[in-house]
């Protein structure tokens, strides 16, 4: 460094409030703007927008700064603040690049610890009553992105729905054939479980051959559909939140927008259809491995044959009993398409967003299968089936 610029770099920060002709205010800054004890407060400028002429809009001029750091910034930052609250335009064309730059990427990140603040001081009944709100506007939220859906459903049968059926294809490989080996793994264990549970109660009375139709009928009726479907909130449904999310981020459904193509039936249509075709698919191989599970605790730790206990198994399931296991998959693959979609949708335009999104729609998605199981199983009761 020469001697000019080292002189440079000290000379003392100052910051110039010029009224324009115009009704604008210019801050002219000269000097070197590092932290120190004596840099210029931004009172002055403060005041002057606060005062009864506040000005119209706010330029720069930077031409004497010679350096600076996060103390420019923080002068910056309040005098934006109040620019905000007086709503004045602010022209940040005289200031460095860098300077903008540093100045919006902090200005679009809002202060977390304040808020929290903030809301402690909020009284109970205003935090409830936001809380409901918020919810309500969610509510809301999932009613419309279900309408649309219906819509979207309406043009495909109408064979008017713009996405490509390679991708259909893709998601029902990824849906199906590659979640083949978790199910498979969980199945076989759900059934084992019940069996060990049903032998520790029917060993009492010497029917351990019951375990049989514990076990079969369970997996069928409720199991097989259940543990499937929360199989695939965890894994498919997680996967679409993040897969939209970084698109949204990436602002490549902006550009699908731009260039006229709807994104819910491009992006949303064909992975709601694969889960829902093929989720009735992995709720049958769910039941069969589960039965496998129960077969191989009843032939190896209960002393029954695999010829009777198979044979237990067949006279205690017939066909209707395969059908609300079946109809419920239908339902809850549409419901983990759904939340996980939605979510990906929703996210906002950050990669911890993308997270909370995944998060989002695993929760949703396994909150929503057990309520509607629990509605179903109500219903198929009444019905008899």
Known sequence: ???SSKVQAHEPATADVVRQADGALEIRFA??????????????VTSALRGTAAPKAVRFDTEGLTAWDSGLLTFLDRVLDVCA?????????????????????????PSRTTDDKDKAKEPTLARLGEGTLDHLGRAGEIVRFVGELTVALGRLFTGRASFRPRDLGEFLTDC???????????????GVILAFVG??????????????????????????????????????????AAQLGS???NEEIDALRTMG????????????????????LLCVYADVFGIIGGLTIGVTMLGMSFTQYWNETVAA????????????SVFFGALVALFGCLRGMQSAGSSSAVGDAATSAVVSGIVSIIVADAVFTVIFDVLGI
Do not use: N
Not at 36 to 43: F, Q, T, V, W
Not at 88 to 97: A, I, R
Not at 221 to 239: E, V
């Open 261 to 280: 193509i709807p994104p819910l039936e491009f992006l949303v249509l064909p992975r709601f259809l694969a889960l829902v075709i093929m989720m009735p």
């Open 176 to 190: 199906g054939p590659r979640a083949l080996p978790i199910v498979t793994l969980i199945s076989f264990l759900v």
């Open 85 to 109: 609250e007086r709503d004045v335009t602010v022209d940040t064309s005289g200031l460095p690049k860098g300077v903008v730059r540093l100045v919006e990427l902090a200005r679009a990140v």
């Open 247 to 249: 698109m949204k981020v």
């Open 1 to 3: 460094m020469t001697s």
């Open 199 to 240: 032998a520790v109660q029917l060993e009492q009375f010497g029917a351990q051959i019951y375990v049989a139709d514990l076990v079969g009928l369970g997996m069928v009726r409720q199991m097989g559909a259940l543990m499937a479907a929360i199989i695939m909130a965890g894994r498919t449904g997680a996967a679409f």
């Open 31 to 44: 000097g070197a703007w590092r932290l120190a004890p004596d840099l210029p407060s931004p009172d002055a």
């Open 317 to 328: 399931i017939d066909l209707l009993d395969c059908v609300p296991g079946v109809v419920m």
